[in-house]
């Protein structure tokens, strides 16, 4: 059970803007900046969103990150059927002096 | 172009220990921390330490502590990671990442090795 709280799945139409939750304290978003990450079967994660709000290069602009208090949300516009992935956040936690990821998302592109 | 090789796939008993490469290259490997994470079949992503290959400092997750060795080669540019006392619910895939040059508590964890799968079983 994670300290990180995401929805286990979230789904869309193409083209539609979905959101993805991630729920933390104030040991850990509520203070540190949250990462986004993409898992794909087989490969390696995909840095997606970073220091909250951050896209590196490569990422398209429709991945955009956000936060409010000790909750972040990653939202993705225009949604395509190779988004269907599953969706991490992660963030740093003074408590647990480390790294906490959330337990995933699964999005589904409909 | 950065670039992050891992070792290839192990099979472990119970009980015995594991120690995976990571080597680096591409970027100025003394100015970035470098992260381990892994992922359990079916799980999710699970984070185990950070090193800092100026000085080899560390810092393991809590959940781990004891049971990990994070090392660095300078001269060679790779990260070690070494977990003993393996259980079957070690098996997983283990990736090193490049974390940010600033802190090891924020930036980007951008670039990933392509994983090492350890098989523990009896």
């Known amino acids: 059970q994670s300290v990180v709280t995401q929805p286990p799945s979230a789904s869309g139409t193409p083209g539609q803007r979905v959101t993805i939750s991630c729920s933390g304290s104030s040991s850990n978003i509520g203070t540190y900046a949250v990462n986004w990450y993409q898992l794909l079967p087989g490969t390696a994660p995909k840095l997606l969103i970073y220091s909250g709000n951050q896209r590196p290069s490569g990422v398209p602009d429709r991945f955009s990150g956000s936060k409010s208090g000790t909750s972040a949300t990653l939202a993705i516009s225009g949604l395509q059927s190779e988004d269907e992935a599953d969706y991490y956040c992660a963030a740093w936690d003074d408590r647990l002096n480390g790294w906490v990821f959330g337990g995933g998302t699964k999005l589904t592109v409909l | 172009q950065v670039q992050l090789v891992q070792s290839g796939a192990e099979v472990r008993k119970p009980g015995a220990s594991v120690k995976l490469s990571c080597k680096a290259s591409?970027?100025?490997?003394?100015?970035?921390?470098m992260h381990w994470v892994r992922q359990a079949p079916g799980q999710g992503l699970e984070w185990m330490g950070v090193?800092?290959?100026?000085?080899?400092?560390?810092t393991y997750a809590q959940k781990f502590q004891g049971r990990v060795t994070m090392t660095v080669d300078t001269s060679t540019t790779t990260v070690y990671m070494d977990l003993s006392s393996l259980r079957s619910d070690d098996t997983a895939v283990y990736y090193c990442?490049?974390?940010?040059?600033?802190?090891?508590?924020?930036?980007?964890?951008?670039?990933w090795g392509q994983g090492t799968l350890v098989t523990v079983s009896s």
């Open positions: 090193i800092n290959p100026t000085g080899g400092g560390t």
């Open positions: 591409g970027f100025t490997f003394t100015s970035y921390y």
């Open positions: 990442a490049r974390g940010s040059g600033g802190s090891y508590k924020v930036g980007s964890v951008g670039y």
